[in-house]
């Protein structure tokens, strides 16, 4: 077990390329952070594998419902895997985690407290939020300083990158399909640009402590910009349009700029009080009770 | 309902290569383990062989044990001082 004398000391050892494992004796600051982060990531795998899964009956063909049975499995299973690393950093156990959770006590992605309409919503979460969440999980592996957390996003960020290609696999079939399909994936990009932007979170504040022991690699801002800039013109190739009537490119830089971006949804969705949080929630929970005779009988909890 | 335990999981990939730590899964018990492994940390057979072993059954040394072996210079061998010998035989000085 390492230990270090204060704060300070513990800086330059992550400045210097330093690895935190389970059993080290970390700062609480730290500790406790890293630990609320990758339970928000735990929670939003399980919540999206929810969703995934309720889809599977109502996709169109095997090939779609063989993909979105093996997204669900993924999804079910990074949760499982990063309840797992949560668990071993001593805060909270698995049935902590999971109770606060279904009582709304902690919080979930943003993208998870919306309602999913159509099946082209589907496709619009699996091309644009899978694509911002694979982009800004990517951003915490690049230089992860917390050694459990590092090896399993490894893992997630390699099966993300599957979720992202189906997704667009699925949008290039709507873009050349029948006039319906356009539609229903212009109404669905409607529903879903805003808030996987957001995904990204209000721009990082200058001190944000995750940035600084390297558990991010990039703030927020750099991030969504990023994501914009590749994703406008993608939509665009594919003939649909952006949502932002005050989009523009800078003349100068050929950057894509957005309008100004209203907060309060996401806000929202800090509290529980997105559209589509409390059934969301309910469903989730409705599904814990469901499963507990299953938990019972191979005799696990949580 | 009985607690579950804690496995730490290995994989090895097919071929020549070591067993790796890939992670760790609560199960009840070996059988539901295994089953666990290959659902969370195999689902594209990113091993052929997996192991599980219980947290509880592993024993560790720590770097307070490890450290006096870092400080011993007599087991390794650079080979400068035989290499600067034949460099002074070739150059014939």
Same mark, same amino acid.
């Given at each position: 077990m390492r230990?270090?004398?204060?704060?300070?000391?513990?800086?330059?050892?992550?400045?210097?390329?330093?690895?935190? @494992?389970?059993?080290?004796?970390?700062?609480?600051?730290?500790?406790?952070?890293v630990f609320r982060f990758i339970e928000f990531h735990a929670n939003s795998e399980l919540m999206g594998g929810l969703t995934e899964r309720d889809w599977i009956p109502h996709s169109p063909g095997l090939r779609l419902k063989q993909i979105f049975l093996a997204k669900t499995q993924d999804e079910i299973g990074h949760a499982h895997l990063l309840y797992m690393v949560a668990a071993d950093m001593g805060i909270k156990t698995r049935d902590e985690m999971m109770s606060d959770l279904l009582a709304g006590k902690t919080r979930f992605h943003n993208v998870f407290h919306y309602?999913?309409?159509?099946?082209?919503?589907?496709i619009a979460i699996a091309f644009l939020v899978d694509a911002a969440a694979f982009a800004s999980q990517r951003a915490?592996?690049?230089?992860?300083?917390?050694?459990?957390?590092?090896?399993?996003?490894?893992?997630?960020?390699?099966? @993300?990158?599957?979720?992202?290609r189906h997704g667009e696999e699925m949008l290039l079939k709507m873009a050349s399909g029948s006039q319906v399909q356009r539609d229903l994936f212009q109404a669905a990009l409607e529903r879903w640009w805003w808030p996987a932007v957001q995904l990204f979170g209000p721009d990082s504040p200058p001190d944000?402590?995750?940035?600084?022991?390297?558990?991010?690699?990039?703030?927020?801002?750099?991030?969504r910009h990023a994501y914009v800039?590749?994703?406008?013109?993608?939509?665009?190739g594919y003939g649909f349009t952006v949502p932002d009537d005050g989009l523009r490119q800078d003349p100068d830089t050929g950057e894509w700029m957005m309008s100004e971006?209203?907060?309060?949804?996401?806000?929202?969705?800090?509290?529980?009080?997105?559209?589509?949080?409390?059934?969301?929630?309910?469903?989730a929970v409705r599904n814990h009770a469901e499963s507990a005779w299953f938990r019972e009988s191979i005799g696990v909890s949580a | 309902?009985?607690?579950?335990?804690?496995?730490?999981?290995?994989?090895?990939?097919?071929?020549?290569?070591?067993?790796?730590?890939?992670?760790?899964?609560?199960?009840?018990?070996?059988e539901m383990a295994l089953l666990l492994a290959r659902e969370c940390y195999c689902r594209r057979a990113e091993g052929e062989q997996i192991w599980v072993v219980r947290r509880d059954d592993i024993s560790s040394a720590d770097s307070a044990e490890t450290a006096p072996n870092r400080n011993?210079?007599?087991?390794?061998?650079?080979?400068?001082?035989?290499?600067?010998?034949?460099?002074?035989?070739?150059?014939?000085?």
């Open positions: 230990a270090w004398a204060d704060l300070d000391e513990f800086q330059e050892f992550l400045d210097d390329g330093g690895m935190v @494992e389970a059993d080290d004796d970390m700062p609480e600051e730290y500790r406790h952070e309602r999913a309409e159509t099946w082209a919503d589907q915490v592996f690049a230089k992860c300083t917390y050694g459990p957390y590092k090896r399993i996003l490894r893992r997630i960020v390699g099966e @993300e990158g599957f979720h992202m944000d402590p995750l940035l600084n022991w390297y558990i991010k690699s990039e703030r927020n801002e750099a991030l800039q590749k994703y406008v013109p993608l939509l665009q971006i209203d907060w309060a949804p996401l806000k929202a969705t800090f509290s529980n009080a997105g559209p589509d949080s409390a059934r969301r929630l309910a469903n | 309902m009985t607690a579950s335990q804690i496995y730490e999981v290995f994989l090895k990939a097919d071929g020549k290569g070591e067993f790796r730590h890939v992670g760790a899964l609560g199960a009840a018990d070996n011993k210079s007599h087991r390794h061998n650079d080979g400068k001082l035989v290499a600067e010998h034949r460099r002074q035989l070739r150059e014939g000085s």
